[in-house]
Every structure is written in structure tokens, then in C-alpha cells.
């Protein structure tokens, strides 16, 4: 295997879902004849979705090789103390043509107990909303674990969600503990732990095609609840072109908003791989005379021994994310 680590990208994992749409091949371009595709994975170290290099020298290796090759020059020495070969995030495009279940996620300790897997924080970005449509996320009153329960014993539990209507660019931060869904009509960009737990709740009543309702997790999700979370998930941040503008920064990572029209000279400072999500225009990225294109709906790894690089563009807007 050739030892020089270049801009990195992996081949998307599609997945079918019963709530999912086409927006990812006809916004996002992916391809894929499956008629309902809910997400793209586009960076995993999931059990069974480990994703494949799709690009250069490295080409056809998985992301698991490559940790257990490259170890900290891939995502850090830091990084690589804490995670050893499990790559920390997992990235994804989702369309919701349908309403998802409504649901949470455990946190680290409970999850680490009942799944031996990590919790899972996550956040999204939204890239495309239909007119009206909404994300659910918290509770629209205060709420106990007892109100709770009698309104999903009584079915009324909608009555008691918080439905945000979106639009492009509205970004929220979801917090294991903290009910949530997307609503039909949205895609966003998410970024989480890696981690594939969720606690479904409620799912809309919803059957398969063969009649057959979804599991729910309600006698798992009870103590996964965090009922005295504050209302602080929508996240404000600036849009100030050519430099990194904060959105999330948390134990697990940090996404900052770049908006690139002219040419960024960049370094890494952060003993961290970088994934950079296009998630409007295109892009270039250079590396020691290595050049690197991305477009909207493409995601890139910058390997962390690669320190300087500059991106080149007139219109792209990135997400940048690092541990």
C-alpha cells in the first residue's frame, strides 16, 4: 500500500428506508436504482458499512485499513489515544420524503452498557426544505417522564412535540437524551458519533408493504431520557466568507460554516483529520501539487499528517468537521 495520504473519498452507502426519497440522486446526485433512498453514508466505521476508498492510490481499501495502516497520521495522535482503529464520526446525507419515527439516543455510558457501542450526539445542517415542512426537536412545555408516558399511552404525543418550521441553512444541534425527528420535505447534512442506536418512540402508525408495523424501543427510551434539557438546539453562527464560522463545538466535534470565494490558504492545527461536506457549489482541494475536486453533495478526508493546503473556489459553501 502506497504510504503518501492525499485528500480522501469514500464510495457513498445507500440505504433504502421506508420514510425516503430521491432528492439524494437528483439534488445530491448520488446513484442508485433503489426507490427510496433515506441515507447516504458517506464516511463510516460502522460494523457492516465500512466505507471504501473511492479515489487515487488508495483506492478500494477500506476505512478500517486504513486506521489500522495510518493509525494517528490519519486521524490524529489525539484521536488515535482515545478511539484506536474506530474512526469517531459518522457522516451522512438524509432525505425524508416521509416523516422518520420520532426517537432519541442513549448516552455514552448507556449505550457502551446495553450495545458496546459509543452514544450518539449529532447534528444537522439543513440543505433543502419543501414549503412548510419541519424538523420536531424537544418538547413545546415543560415536561416529565410521567406527562410523557400518558401521552404515548394515549396516543396524543404530537400534541406535546416541537415542530420547527425550516429552511436552508437552519442548523440544530441534537443531544443524546433530547426527542427529535425529521419531518417530511427536509434533507439535511449529519454529523454524529458513530454510533447506529436510536430508541424509536413513535412511528406514525406507519406499516410495510406486508402489513408489518416497526419495532418500538419505549422500554429502553425511558431511561434515555433527559426531560430537563434547555431549548438551546437551534444553533446560531455568522456566514463571514473565507474563514471558519463556529456552528457546533462539542467533546466530539466541531463544524464550522465556510463559505469559500476566493482561494484559502489552510492549516491544520488541530491533531485532527478534517472532513469537509459540500453542500452547495464545488471546490478544489490542493495538496502538494495534488488537486482534489468536490461538489455539492460530495464529502472529502483530509488525512491529519496533511498540515498545509489551500482550497480554491468562487462559490462552494463546506461544512468543516473535526474532532
Known sequence: MNNT???????PILKEKIWGGQKLKTILNKKSDLPNIGESWEISDV????????????KGHSLKV???????????????????????LLIKFIDAREDLSIQLHPNDELAAKRHNSFGKTEMWYTLQADEGSNLIVGFNQDMTSEKYLSHLEDKTLTDILNF??????????????????????????????????????????????????????NDLAIDAFDFNMP????????????????MVSCPYFTTNYLKVTEPLKKKNEHDSFIIYM??????????????????????????AAIIDYEIASKNATLLEVYV
Open 5 to 11: 495520504l492525499y485528500p480522501i473519498k469514500f464510495s
Open 47 to 58: 460494523e457492516g458499512d465500512t466505507s471504501i476508498v473511492s479515489n487515487g492510490t488508495l
Open 66 to 88: 486504513l486506521l489500522e495502516t495510518f493509525k494517528g497520521h490519519l486521524i490524529g495522535n489525539k484521536n488515535y489515544k482515545v478511539f484506536g482503529d474506530k474512526f469517531p
Open 164 to 217: 420547527d418550521e425550516v429552511k436552508v441553512g437552519d442548523t440544530y444541534f441534537i443531544e443524546v437524551g433530547r426527542i427529535h425527528a425529521i419531518g417530511a420535505g427536509v434533507m439535511v447534512a449529519e454529523i454524529q458519533q458513530t454510533s447506529d442506536i436510536t430508541y424509536r418512540v413513535y412511528d406514525w402508525d406507519r406499516v410495510d408493504d406486508e402489513g408489518n408495523e416497526r419495532e418500538l424501543h
Open 231 to 246: 431549548d438551546n438546539f437551534r444553533v446560531a453562527y455568522s456566514k463571514t466568507e473565507n474563514q471558519p464560522n463556529e
Open 278 to 303: 459540500c453542500v452547495e457549489g464545488d471546490a478544489e482541494i490542493l495538496v502538494n501539487g495534488i488537486s482534489e475536486s468536490i461538489k455539492k453533495g460530495e464529502t472529502i478526508l483530509l488525512p
